[in-house]
Each structure stands twice: as structure tokens, then as C-alpha cells.
């Protein structure tokens, strides 16, 4: 089982940047796809960005040159470096985990950009 604790979130204005990480407890954490997805106030959630387990990186289209994921293996730690912020960034932002599918899911962080 693996729990997925995400920190970091909170209040920033358009232009400006924040950094979410997500720390993974469990094991097997190395071999997991991991990601990053967000539900805006209203919206259904939507996928940001994923990683997997050699480092291969994809993003979500309206993010991309402004979002960055990466992950420490050795620190159990995913991250997602948001710059240059809109407001249409504002929303919960999750992180999952798994193999082939997305089995554990954090509980979310809140980012407002305004």
C-alpha cells in the first residue's frame, strides 16, 4: 500500500511561482508511474503531467514550458515546479501513483493564483 502526502500549495500571484511536492510512504515507489492532475473550482479533474519510472516525462498541453515534474527516488518525493502562473491554474492539484493505472491518489493541495 502506498500513501501519497502532498505539501506546498497556497497563494500566489499571475506570474508568479510555487513548487508542490508529494511524499510517498510504502514501497515499490521506484518502479510506479507517477503524476500530476488538478480539478479547477467547477471542473472536472484533468490530468498535468506524468513521469515514469525511467524518467520519461509528458505534459498536459496548456502547461507545457511552464510546468516542470520530477521525482526523487531516493527521497520517496515527487514534485511539480509551477512558473509563470495563470489563474486558470487555480485548483487542487493531486498526486497519484501506480503501475499501468493510477491505484493511490493523495488527499490534494490547494493552489489559487490570482
Known amino acids: 500500500h502506498v500513501q501519497l502526502v502532498e505539501s506546498g500549495g497556497g497563494s500566489v500571484q499571475a506570474g508568479g511561482s510555487l513548487r508542490v511536492s508529494c511524499a510517498a510512504s510504502?514501497?515499490?515507489?521506484?518502479?510506479?508511474?507517477l503524476g500530476w492532475f488538478r480539478q479547477p473550482p467547477g471542473k472536472q479533474r484533468e490530468g498535468v503531467a506524468t513521469?515514469?519510472?525511467?524518467?520519461?516525462?509528458s505534459y498536459f498541453e496548456s502547461v507545457k514550458g511552464r510546468l516542470t515534474i520530477s521525482r526523487d527516488n531516493a527521497k520517496n518525493t515527487l514534485f511539480l515546479q509551477m512558473n509563470s502562473l495563470k489563474p486558470d491554474d487555480t485548483a487542487v492539484y493531486y498526486c497519484?501513483?501506480?503501475?499501468?493505472?493510477?491505484?493511490?491518489w493523495g488527499q490534494g493541495t490547494q493552489v489559487t493564483v490570482s
Open positions: 513521469i515514469d519510472s525511467g524518467g520519461s516525462t
Open positions: 497519484a501513483a501506480g503501475l499501468g493505472k493510477y491505484n493511490f
Open positions: 510504502g514501497a515499490i515507489y521506484r518502479s510506479y508511474c
